[in-house]
């Protein structure tokens, strides 16, 4: 069973920069979408960024010009590289990875921005 595992939150300063890595087990083969999430407490689930097999990037209004998503192929691993980080910003943070046929989720990873 291929397990995602998201690393790298923490607490940031405002205006901090925080990587985020999600690693699969093993490889995953036809991959048509990989994505980032956020839920903060008592909020709704936010798509965040995504990139696409071709290698097209998008980004939630909120996050755009401040997050890159990013993927090594050969590492199983996706990225979310966060600049410029907010308070808002702060949730739990989870990635995606999507074939045609079946979808998997990482377990999250914590994000606090707070000075």
């Known amino acids: 069973q291929v397990q995602l595992v998201e690393s790298g939150g923490d607490l940031v300063q405002p205006g901090g920069s925080l ?3 999600c ?7 036809n991959i048509y979408v990989m994505k980032w999430y ?8 936010e798509w965040v960024a995504q990139i696409t097999l071709g290698g097209n ?3 939630a209004d909120s996050v755009k010009g401040r997050f890159t998503i990013s993927r090594d192929n050969a590492k ?3 990225y979310l590289q966060m600049n410029s980080l907010k308070p808002e910003d702060t949730a739990v943070y989870y990635c995606s990875v999507s074939t045609v046929r079946v ?11 707070s000075s």
């Open 76 to 78: 199983n691993t996706m």
């Open 57 to 59: 990037t998008n980004y």
């Open 103 to 113: 979808t998997y989720w990482g377990q999250g990873t914590q994000v606090t921005v």
């Open 38 to 45: 956020r839920q903060a407490p008592g909020k709704q689930r």
């Open 23 to 29: 690693a699969a087990s093993e490889d995953i083969f």
């Open 19 to 21: 990587r985020l890595s």
